[in-house]
């Protein structure tokens, strides 16, 4: 019983030491539009540049209309979470929008990304708006450059 034990342990405390996944490069892809929860048939192109630092990353979003530098990033295993604080505009209104990624590395190599609009705030006037969840969540693959 003693032996069973110690096999698990050391199975459970090798389980927490494996290697992250490489997340490290310059990845590609295409968000679709999205209205009222509706997809278009439109598509942002974006890159997302990746500098892992430990479980830690650093990088920036490329968009179409410029780039965000990545905050709160994370890696964990085969997965990554970041924020992007990006601009993007509304009508006539241009707002800094918090994005949420969150993906996970798939066997194929492509990272499988959802993205969540949390929040914006009117750059003009500083007027903040909440996203409702069911709305604001967008999925979409990214392929890394070789």
Same mark, same amino acid.
């Given at each position: 019983m003693i032996g069973m034990r110690k096999l698990l342990l050391t199975t459970l405390l090798c389980a927490g030491m494996l290697p992250a996944a490489d997340f490290a490069g310059t990845w590609l892809g295409q968000i679709p539009f999205t209205f009222n929860g509706q997809h278009l048939r439109m598509f942002q192109q974006i890159a997302i540049k990746i500098a892992p630092n %430990? $479980? =830690?990353? *650093?990088?920036?979003?490329?968009? /179409?209309? %410029?780039?965000?530098?990545? =905050? *709160? %990033?994370?890696?964990?295993? /085969?997965?990554?979470?970041?924020?992007?604080?990006? #601009? *993007?505009?509304? %009508? $006539?209104?241009? $707002?800094? =929008? #918090?994005l949420h990624f969150s993906g996970t590395i798939q066997p194929n190599g492509e990272i499988e990304m959802s993205r969540v609009r949390e929040s914006a705030t009117n750059a003009g006037n500083g007027g903040v708006y909440k996203y409702k969840s069911e709305q604001a969540k967008t999925i979409f693959r990214l392929t890394r450059l070789p």
């Amino acid at each position: 019983m003693i032996g069973m034990r110690k096999l698990l342990l050391t199975t459970l405390l090798c389980a927490g030491m494996l290697p992250a996944a490489d997340f490290a490069g310059t990845w590609l892809g295409q968000i679709p539009f999205t209205f009222n929860g509706q997809h278009l048939r439109m598509f942002q192109q974006i890159a997302i540049k990746i500098a892992p630092n %430990g $479980n =830690t990353i *650093e990088g920036k979003l490329y968009g /179409d209309y %410029g780039s965000a530098a990545i =905050t *709160e %990033g994370k890696i964990s295993g /085969d997965q990554i979470d970041f924020v992007v604080v990006a #601009r *993007e505009q509304q %009508g $006539n209104q241009i $707002n800094d =929008t #918090r994005l949420h990624f969150s993906g996970t590395i798939q066997p194929n190599g492509e990272i499988e990304m959802s993205r969540v609009r949390e929040s914006a705030t009117n750059a003009g006037n500083g007027g903040v708006y909440k996203y409702k969840s069911e709305q604001a969540k967008t999925i979409f693959r990214l392929t890394r450059l070789p």
